[in-house]
């Protein structure tokens, strides 16, 4: 079977879908943070800690799921996925202590390994001819962004009506739910030319472990994770802590939005609404221009707004100028890279060799999360951390520079 002459594939739909579903529900762990801590009496660093694991063995969980999606298939290997995801939403309804919680968040942080980009991305860059395989990863990682847009106030209204025991439950219902539309998901066989079919994986990871700009995009890629979990996790608390008032008479309190809490919540939304135009442009460019080039400039539009926001003062406005400016920023980084590492080292072993590069990204998570957290209890405010996620923001922008993207060269060398 051939990859599609087609932009728009059943695979695409199919991975769309089950994209959107699981960040959805991983776009509103954030939302949980004040309940969670209020009812248990616990510091902000206990529930941080859980999602900082989550993104941690999301990121372990990554290059094992996209070697078995290799080695048995990748609707088995979404299924399993499914099945760690919903197991640990079930299970962590039941935690009433930090260790639990901590330790249950390695079966969620698999079940998006096995439901998220490097699996899904894989099948679809697989099924897609190479005219529109950039365009038709931004759209797949643009799900994840549209997922986003309805995760957080998601979880927000059923709070308003459920404990939050009850609100796990139901997004383990939606994860298995999501599993209906896994016979779309045909994948083609990868194109490969005849030395790419006598390599092994081995050989392969042996190849680009040996190449510096596989280290580059690997380093480059822990700021993205930082950033994005961090503020995923933490920038509703920061929001309802840290702004000033609502106006009772302005635009926002016209929306519907009258407290801190739900401009929090709301934020999360915009930036992933504000995503779902930033990823399908990254995609788009990435046909036409360099993408090391394209992400560099990423990473150094995210390191003047973060700046920016962080040296102002936190207004509702500047709340809702920061979403949208980040998130057309957010997830633009995921078809690049991915459209890189499969340039660069071919589409065979796309899932594996991206699902190490993403290793970085959850490596990032997990200090994002955690360290938010930490430094928040023992300093009253995020203003040290932001400022860190600002630096290795800078840090990301450089080591994208040098990466060659030949892979020609790569090969003779």
């Known amino acids: 079977m051939a990859a599609s002459s087609r932009l728009v594939t059943p695979v695409l739909v199919a991975g769309c879908i089950v994209l959107m579903t699981g960040f959805a529900i991983r776009a509103s762990f954030g939302v949980f943070q004040i309940p969670i801590a209020q009812e248990f009496g616990w ?110 106030p998601l979880a927000q209204g059923l709070l308003a009506f459920h404990p939050w025991q009850t609100v796990f439950m139901i997004f383990a219902v939606l994860v298995l739910a999501s599993l209906a539309v896994l016979p ?134 500047s709340v809702v100028v920061f979403s949208l400016v980040m998130g057309a920023l957010w997830l633009a980084t995921v078809p690049l890279t991915s459209g890189l590492v499969a340039h660069i080292y071919g589409l065979r072993y796309m899932g594996t060799l991206y699902g190490i590069v993403f290793l970085s990204h959850q490596i990032g998570g997990f200090v994002g999360v955690w360290l938010g957290g930490r430094l928040y209890d023992v300093q009253g405010s995020y203003t040290a951390v932001w400022w860190i996620g600002v630096a290795v923001g800078a840090f990301s922008a450089i080591v994208h520079l040098p990466i060659r993207e030949n892979r020609a060269a790569v090969l003779a060398a």
């Not at 509703?236 to 302005?250: F, H, K």
């Not at 709301?266 to 090391?292: D, M």
């Open 43 to 152: 510091p902000r660093a206990e529930f941080s800690l859980a999602i900082a694991i989550q993104n941690l063995a999301w990121g372990f969980g990554q290059p094992l799921f996209g070697a078995l999606a290799e080695k048995f298939g990748d609707r088995r290997a979404i299924v399993l996925g499914a099945l760690f995801y919903a197991a640990g939403l079930v299970l962590s309804a039941f935690a009433v202590t930090p260790g639990q919680h901590q330790l249950l968040e390695i079966l969620v942080g698999f079940g998006i390994a096995g439901t998220g980009f490097g699996v899904v991305l894989a099948v679809v860059g697989r099924a897609t001819s190479p005219e529109h395989r950039s365009l038709a990863l931004g759209i797949a990682s643009t799900a994840g962004s549209a997922g986003q847009v309805i995760g957080a």
């Open 184 to 317: 779309m998901m045909r994948s083609p066989a990868p194109p490969a030319d005849r030395a790419a079919l006598e390599e092994g994986l081995g050989e392969v990871l042996g190849r680009a472990m040996r190449d510096p700009s596989f280290t580059l995009i690997f380093l480059g890629f822990f700021s993205c994770g930082y950033q994005l979990a961090f503020i995923t996790a933490h920038f509703p608390a920061m929001v309802t802590e840290m702004c000033g008032a609502i106006d009772p008479s302005g635009p926002l309190a016209a929306l519907g939005i009258a407290s801190t809490s739900a401009l929090g919540a709301v934020a999360i939304s915009l930036i992933g609404l504000a995503n779902i135009v930033g990823t399908v442009t990254a995609g788009w460019l990435g046909r036409f221009y360099s993408r090391k080039y394209l992400l560099a400039t990423i990473y150094a539009g995210r390191t003047v707004a973060a700046a920016a926001f962080i040296l102002l003062p936190v207004t509702p406005a």
